[in-house]
């Protein structure tokens, strides 16, 4: 498959699980355009690919805005010649409860997060479609299947993310596209080192596993869901939470 199929973007991967991802992509042998809105981050994180003996691109990229996302795929179109993987993994949080949430601390993580995943998905499923080939896969989480409390946007968003990959799947198999999901339990990021210790241990109590994931444990499943032993695998949600959502 990488003979024929050879470039990836991955959005949010300047650091932490899409650099994780990038960087397990990138050691297979694919093409990689780092999407980031952290564009020097994002270089650098590109030069570091380029190591690996593949063509590495930044674009600073707001996952939000149309503009953006139509000059993601344009430039990828034309450096490399193709979108062949897309995975969706921006994603931001805003965490408060409830009542004290503001309209902004909902807008923009579900912008970042729902819609974000909507605009990379749709401009680059029409690129996909002209090849009659595509992976895609979303990161979304087991907050928006279990509801989190103080996480009411970043929760909802993710169970957005969950209904757009099942819908696309249904939308766009015909032309030989899969779309699944990923949703990460508890991983260790620099996103989730900013947690108290008591938030850390109440959620390590409860994973069978007695650990935290890493980003490798997402960019291993992340590899498996583009390669041909998943050609038959489309619409799906894999928990990986070290048994969180038993």
Do not use: H
């Not at 991955?10 to 093409?31: C, D, E, H, P, Q």
């Not at 766009?172 to 108290?196: C, D, H, K, W």
């Amino acid at each position: 498959m990488y003979e024929l199929y050879k470039n990836a973007i991955v959005t949010g991967s300047a650091r932490g699980i899409g650099k994780a991802i990038a960087m397990k992509l990138a050691k297979k042998g694919l093409n990689i355009v780092v999407s980031d809105i952290m564009y020097d981050e994002a270089k650098q994180t590109a030069r570091e690919l380029e190591d690996f003996g593949i063509k590495a691109i930044a674009i600073k990229t707001d996952v939000s805005k149309v503009e953006d996302v139509e000059n993601l795929i344009r430039i990828t179109v034309n450096e490399l010649g193709s979108v062949d993987f897309l995975i969706n993994n921006a994603g931001i949080t805003r965490d408060n409860l409830t009542l004290r949430m503001s309209e902004q601390e909902w807008d923009i993580v579900i912008d970042i997060n729902l819609k974000g995943t909507f605009l990379c998905s749709k401009f680059a499923a029409k690129e996909m479609m002209k090849n009659r080939f595509g992976r895609i896969v979303n990161i979304a989480s087991v907050s928006g299947i279990l509801g989190t409390a103080g996480q009411a946007n970043y929760a909802s968003s993710k169970a957005g993310v969950i209904a757009l990959t099942k819908c696309f799947a249904r939308e766009y198999g015909a032309r030989n596209i899969t779309v699944n999901a990923i949703a990460p339990g508890f991983i260790l990021t620099e996103m989730t080192e900013q947690l108290s210790e008591k938030v850390k241990e109440g959620y390590l109590s409860q994973i069978p596993l007695k650990r935290v994931g890493t980003p490798d444990d997402i960019a291993e499943v992340v590899n498996f869901l583009i390669s041909p032993s998943a050609s038959y695998i489309t619409g799906t949600v894999i928990n990986v939470s070290g048994g969180l959502l038993i």
